[in-house]
C-alpha cells in the first residue's frame, strides 16, 4: 500500500531537560489527514495531546493547529501550544513577527505566542490566555469532589469551573503537601466529568517558602489521561481562578509552580498576571524526537 510521510517530532514542555516536562507529539504538513485519522494517531501515541499543523486560514495567522487527547479534540490546550510552536520554530516553518512572536490558530481563535530568549534559561516560550469565563460549582458537585478526592475539602474558597478553551474544575487545597498526597478514584472523576462536560480537574496547594510558589496537578481521566504531567491551560486556568478570587496581588503577579512529581515529572511553569488580570503562562521547551511519521494513504484504505 502506498505510504504518506509526515515530519513528526516529540517536544518536552514545561523543561529544559529531556524526559523532565510534558510531551507533545506534533505532525507536520497534516492538511492531507481528516479528524479520524488525526484521532487515530492521538489514540496510537497516547500522548495527553497530539497536535497537527496546518495552513492557517487567515493571514492574521503564522499557522492553525488541532490538538487531540487519545478520545477527543480540543478547542485549545497549553503544553501543546508551547510544544507545537517549538517544533514549528525549529522545523523552519514560521519566522517570527516583530517582537519575537507567533500567531497560532485554533478552534479557539488567534493566540499570541512569545519567544523569549536568554542567556540564563535559553529559548522559552509563552502564551497570552484567551479570556477565562467562570462560573460556581454547585454544592452537591463539591460534596461529590471530596468524595472522588477522599479527603476534606479547602473550605474557604470553592472550587468553580474554568473555561479556558479546555474547561477545568479548578480546587484550592490547603496547601503543597495535600496536592501531592491526592489518589482521585478515576472511574468516580471520569464519570463527573463527564456529566458536568468538563476536561478534567486541576488542583493546587501553595509552599509556604521557596522558589516554587504553588504545587498543581491535573486530571482528565474522561479523556484517556489520567493525570498530565505538566498541563499548560490548567496552570491558566489556575491563574485565571486566583485573580478572579482575589488570591493574589492587585497589582499582577509573576511566580512559578511545579507539576509532575507524582508521576514521575519535574516541569516548571512560569506564570504572569497582570494588573488587568491577563495570565500569560510559559516555560522551556526541548525536542526529545525528530523524524518521520509513515501513514498508509487514506485514499487507498478506504
Known amino acids: 500500500m502506498p505510504k504518506r510521510s509526515h515530519r513528526y517530532a516529540v517536544v518536552d514542555v514545561f523543561s529544559a531537560r529531556p524526559l523532565a516536562g510534558n510531551p ?3 505532525v507536520f504538513d497534516a492538511d492531507g489527514l481528516d479528524a479520524e485519522a488525526m484521532q487515530a494517531i492521538a489514540r496510537w501515541t497516547h500522548l495527553s495531546e497530539t497536535t497537527f499543523v496546518l495552513p492557517p486560514t487567515t493571514p492574521a495567522a503564522d499557522y492553525r493547529l488541532r490538538i487531540f487527547t487519545p478520545r477527543s479534540e480540543l478547542p485549545f490546550a497549553g503544553h501543546p501550544t508551547l510544544g507545537s510552536a517549538h517544533a514549528v520554530l525549529e522545523a523552519g516553518r514560521a519566522t517570527p513577527r516583530e517582537g519575537g512572536r507567533l500567531v497560532q490558530q485554533c478552534d479557539i481563535g488567534l493566540v499570541d505566542v512569545t ?6 534559561d535559553g529559548r522559552e516560550l509563552s502564551f497570552a490566555l484567551p479570556s477565562a469565563r467562570i462560573e460556581p460549582l454547585s454544592a452537591a458537585d463539591i460534596a461529590e469532589l471530596a468524595l472522588i478526592l477522599g479527603c476534606k475539602l479547602h473550605h474557604e474558597v470553592a472550587p468553580a469551573i474554568v473555561n479556558v478553551g ?3 474544575v479548578v480546587l484550592p487545597m490547603t496547601d503543597a503537601a495535600a496536592v501531592l498526597d491526592l489518589q482521585p478514584d478515576f472511574a468516580r472523576l471520569a ?3 463527564r456529566r458536568l462536560g468538563v476536561t478534567g480537574l486541576t488542583v493546587f496547594g501553595r509552599y509556604p517558602q521557596g522558589d516554587v510558589a504553588i504545587e498543581v496537578r491535573a486530571f482528565a481521566p474522561s479523556c484517556g489521561v489520567e493525570e498530565d504531567p505538566v498541563c499548560g ?3 491558566a486556568s489556575v491563574a485565571a481562578f486566583q485573580w478572579e478570587r482575589g488570591m493574589l496581588p492587585a497589582d499582577g503577579v509573576a511566580y512559578v509552580a511545579a507539576q ?10 512560569k506564570v504572569r498576571v497582570g494588573v488587568d488580570g491577563q495570565v500569560r503562562v510559559g516555560g522551556s521547551c526541548i525536542t526529545c524526537v525528530d523524524g518521520v511519521l509513515g501513514l498508509q494513504d487514506q485514499e487507498q484504505a478506504k
Do not use: H, K, L, T
Not at 509532575?260 to 511553569?269: E, I, K, M, T, Y
Open 260 to 269: 509532575g512529581r507524582c508521576v514521575g515529572r519535574d516541569g516548571r511553569v
Open 115 to 120: 519567544i523569549d530568549n536568554n542567556e540564563a
Open 191 to 193: 464519570a463527573f466529568e
Open 166 to 168: 479546555a474547561i477545568w
Open 233 to 235: 491551560s490548567g496552570n
Open 24 to 26: 507533545v507529539a506534533v
